[in-house]
């Protein structure tokens, strides 16, 4: 897959792999102390496998973007099903007014002609209800994906899930990292500083991913329903 270099790449993949690769960077760095690798010996290195030092850390970036964005969408990101884009348009969720859905619900109908489930027949199926909404959100996404605002929130959102991802793989490299150093050199506090940082974020990942999810959703309804109506309808 072939990334796209745009704004989310840069903010939401590539900054979150950033600021999590710090232990494996210092793990690095205590092999190639420990191995007596110098200058000369990485430049014939990059020679014999003819391979360039920006083309080397570009995959490396790639690679670990990739597996944050898997281990943050397995393991923190909820289905589509349970997303906060499906619950707010949920009769049963309370978050957003009767009248205020039944006008989303409306609007729905007359642009992507998608009838979505009224409050009792949500009662009586709600997994059926979930997957209507799951449909229509996504015609909504491509109405509105332009807008600045809603890229914005879905940034965030997507910043927060893969660091995430990324924080769960940097804590168990600084677990690594504490018994290798602690056996080389003997200097462990910037290890351990890195698991307790990283291991919070973890922790809290319920209560973040959940906040910028809410927050994207919000603005996602918002901004549909102050678009213009003269779009045509995405089928």
């Known amino acids: 897959m072939i990334p796209k270099f745009d704004q989310y790449y840069w903010s939401a993949q590539y900054a979150p792999a950033l600021l999590t690769s710090i232990p494996l960077a210092i793990i690095a760095d205590i092999f190639a102390k420990q191995v007596g690798v110098d200058i000369q010996t990485v430049k014939t290195i990059w020679e014999t496998v003819q391979v360039t030092p920006a083309l080397f850390w570009a995959s490396l970036s790639f690679l670990l973007i ?49 009838t979505l489930l009224n409050q009792q027949e949500e009662q009586a199926d709600p997994l059926e209800a979930r997957r209507w909404i799951v449909e229509a959100v996504s015609r909504i996404k491509e109405r509105v994906r332009e807008n600045k605002m809603v890229r914005r929130r879905n940034i965030a959102y997507g910043f927060m899930r893969n660091l995430m991802g990324g924080a769960l793989l940097a804590t168990g490299f600084s677990v690594i990292g504490y018994f290798l150093n602690r056996y080389l050199e003997g200097r462990t506090t910037i290890f351990i500083a890195c698991g307790v940082a990283y291991g919070f974020l973890c922790l809290m990942n319920r209560p973040l991913i959940r906040h910028f999810g809410r927050e994207y959703a919000k603005t996602l309804f918002q901004q549909y329903m102050a678009s213009s109506t003269t779009q045509p309808a995405v089928t």
């Open 66 to 114: 990739q597996i944050n964005i898997y281990l943050s969408k397995m393991l923190f990101q909820p289905l589509e099903e349970q997303l906060s884009t499906t619950n707010m348009l949920l009769y049963q969720n309370q978050e957003m007014g009767k009248g205020v859905k039944n006008a989303i619900h409306l609007r729905i109908k007359t642009d992507f002609s998608i």
